[in-house]
């Protein structure tokens, strides 16, 4: 109602998301954390979703705080 676009993220293996075991490639740590949060950043920005030239922040909670 505030005028504002919000973008939610369920992030790999928390809340309703499926949790593949990890092996391979797929470890569940920080570092693959930063990487979808970094990814998601990106897309946002490719796509234009936020107005270009406004600010926009990216806040967290729990692990995604971090």
């Known amino acids: 109602d505030a005028g504002y676009n919000v973008v ?28 979808v949060s970094k990814e998601l950043i990106d897309h946002v920005e490719a796509e234009r979703e936020v107005v270009e030239g406004r600010k926009w922040i990216v806040g967290g909670n729990s692990v995604s705080g971090w």
């Open 8 to 35: 939610r993220v369920d992030l790999l293996g928390f809340g309703a998301s499926d949790k593949p075991p990890p092996s391979g490639d797929l470890e569940y740590n920080m570092e693959l954390f930063a990487e």
